[in-house]
């Protein structure tokens, strides 16, 4: 079996491993970890996310539904 290593710095030469990636003889092996790709504010706000989780800073899907149409229902008031 031959190789070929593709360097894709370019988003917009993405489609063509999108191409790659629909041909039933082609292998795609991703050797990059994505989280590395990330800019430093990406990359603090993940861990952000992460510690108000851990700390119970969250909202469950309903209350952030609810406060959603609460706001909603202000701003339509104005």
Known sequence: MKQLKINIKDNKYLFML?????????????????YQNLSP??????????????????FSHEEVMLLAKQ????????
């Open 18 to 34: 999108e191409l790659l990636k629909s041909m039933d003889f082609v292998s795609i092996v991703d050797e990059n970890d994505w």
């Open 41 to 58: 504010q990406d990359k603090n706000n993940i861990e952000n996310g992460v510690n108000d989780l851990e700390n119970g800073k969250i």
């Open 71 to 78: 706001k909603i229902s202000t701003l339509k008031n104005k």
